[in-house]
């Protein structure tokens, strides 16, 4: 039974490619919809690879029906119990839009969804190296695992003129239920793409316009050079742990402390964090102000630094920062 489950996730693999490939073409805008397609079927096949290699081939088949497989919805339901999951909840949602896409799907969808694709790509990663040890890095570069999409913000008066009531509805209601299950989830669910603005005496370099009113109630910060942290500073602390665990691994690093082996972890992280000052230093970490608790994001850089700093000294880094 192993070759059905290696066929399985063989054809798991080509089906999260074929969703990179087509999303990260510009020509094609069919992209929102045919990701949601092949990104789902990726999951179905690598989710029923795990399942055969833990509870038996059985285990991917109806119990009154053993000649029609589990449906995806079923095999999250059986692998990720916790139906608060914030991976759960995102394939859940991917699931709710490849079913719909079809009568509602217009271009602005990718704007409400792809922080979503972009989390369910990461999972996917990190679920293929958990579950059957694939690193989807040696068949797609790291750096193409992060979606194209466009920058535009989603104008809700824009969307009501421009489509009929029932799609406009539907389009700004997903927009809202996912913002606010974006709030109270973490990057499993969504990496959120947030927009800012600057002034620029340079009309042409502008990609738009607005006016400036001393009375307004809304109220913008001045600022000297536009970055987006998404790009830069893409990184929540727990996906920093777990991108860190994952090269220690495959490098067969092993960590000592306190005489010990462990895994790296929160603890090791925030004492790396205050022992080098990383949040005070712009390079390595975003401070995100908008909220009534500052968020700290982190960027490729803090990710290699604290890396390359525990391969020099495994077996005495850690011990050695927390005194």
Not at 48 to 70: C, V, W
Not at 124 to 141: G, Q, R, W, Y
Not at 309 to 316: A, F, G, M
Request: proline share 3%.
């Amino acid at each position: 039974m192993e070759n059905i489950s290696t066929r399985l996730l063989a054809k798991s693999q080509e089906a999260f490619i074929m969703a990179i490939e087509l999303y990260n073409k510009p020509t094609i805008k069919y992209r929102v919809e045919g990701f949601s397609l092949f990104i789902c079927n990726a999951w179905e096949l690598m989710l029923k690879a795990h399942m055969i290699n833990i509870f038996g081939p059985e285990s991917i088949y109806y119990r009154d029906n053993p000649n029609r497989t589990l449906t995806l919805e079923n095999c999250i339901q059986k692998v990720f119990t916790n139906n608060k999951d914030p991976l759960r909840l995102n394939l859940e949602k991917i699931i709710e839009l490849r079913n719909t896409s079809t009568h509602f799907i217009t271009e602005e969808y990718e704007m409400v969804y792809v922080p979503l694709f972009q989390s369910c790509v990461f999972n996917f990663n990190e679920k293929m190296m958990a579950f059957h040890s694939v690193d989807m890095t040696t068949l797609i570069p790291q750096n193409f695992l992060t979606l194209s999409t466009s920058m535009k913000a989603l104008d809700e008066s824009e969307i009501i003129a421009k489509y009929p009531e029932e799609i406009a509805t539907k389009l700004l209601d997903a927009k809202n239920n996912l913002d606010e299950l974006s709030e109270g989830n973490n990057a499993k669910f969504a990496i959120r793409i947030e927009h800012f603005h600057y002034i620029t005496k340079k009309k042409e370099a502008a990609t738009s316009f607005v006016g400036i009113d001393n009375l307004a109630d809304a109220k913008v910060k001045i600022v000297k050079e536009l970055k987006d942290p998404n790009n830069t500073h893409k990184y929540p602390a727990k996906l920093c742990i777990n991108t860190i665990r994952e090269r220690l691994s495959k490098e067969n690093i092993v960590l000592i402390y306190n005489g010990n082996e462990v895994k790296f972890n929160s603890f090791h992280f925030q004492n790396f964090v205050k022992h080098f000052d990383l949040k005070g230093n712009e390079k390595f970490c975003y401070i995100h102000k908008q909220f009534s608790q500052p968020q700290y994001s982190y960027s490729q850089q803090a990710v290699d630094f604290i890396f390359d700093e525990l391969k020099k000294d495994p077996k005495n880094i850690l011990n050695n920062i927390k005194k």
